[in-house]
């Protein structure tokens, strides 16, 4: 039993990751229906940025948890810029055109971002130093660690802010129209330029978020770690309901419990024949399974019907 209970504090954590990347891609998928594809490479330079700053300041005799706030604020600031620029050179004459187009230069930007991470930081996987109190917090049996409870605690006050952000302020009632149509949205009086920029800096915020809080987790970084992540990401958001910002922490939960629950199991479900390594699979066994009872996820896709 207290193996059950720690995979699902595993499951959690992990699916808390994986919710704030989908949090991105469902952002920019409700307004102008782009998968991008490249938002996992987003992380990947966050997390990258995090151990830069990291590295260069920690002789400097600064609080880890300090260390840590800093190297974070640096890494939403490049990631932003970078998903600016990402949308204005990349997407942004793409948007009327078919969508196979932007998705295949998002698979494009996505390779080449990985490609100069490799060239700037390097090939080999790098330690990302401890910063945070690594005691296990004993739980009766299963144990949580620092930082552990604070990707739970970060992905909750992320859901909270985001959704006061789209139903309370100017900017997400401009976001809302911009979804419904852009073209009457500007006629209104609002820019939608300007509101997809920001979509897209609101993403690349989440996925510097999660790519330094993955850092601090797992204790390493490289330019290849935002693959996979993004993918499994993109998996919870449709399995949420893309679109649908409730959904895409549903759909990460829920895909992060699968998942630690198969790494726990799988074993001995198997007599042995597939270990924890194999985990991935329940990812996308999972989202098979929901796209067939429910094509529309979880709890429902929720984009606008355009004109």
Known sequence: MDTFFQQIINGLVLGSMYALVALGY???????????????????????????VVTVLEASGMPGWLLLLFSL?????ICSALNFTIEKLAYKRLRSAPRLAPLITAMGMSLLLQTLAMIIWKPNPKPFPILLPNE??????????VVQILILVVTAVVLVVLMWLVNRTKLGRAMRATAENPRVAA?????PDMVISATFIIGAMLAAIAGVMWAANYGTVQ??????????????AVLGGIGNLPGAVVGGIALGLVEALGA?????LTGGVLGSHYADIFAFVALIIVLTLRPQGLLGERVADRA
């Open 264 to 268: 726990g199991y799988l074993g001995t």
């Open 73 to 77: 604020i640096c890494a939403m600031i």
């Open 187 to 191: 006629l209104m009086g609002v820019r």
């Open 223 to 236: 330019h290849s770690m935002g693959f996979l992540p993004g993918l499994k990401a993109f998996t919870a």
């Open 136 to 145: 296990p917090i004993d739980l009766g049996g299963p144990v949580i660690g």
């Open 26 to 52: 469902t952002m920019v998928y409700g307004i102008i229906n782009l998968i991008n594809f490249a938002h996992g490479e987003v992380l990947m330079v966050g997390a990258l940025t995090s151990w830069t």
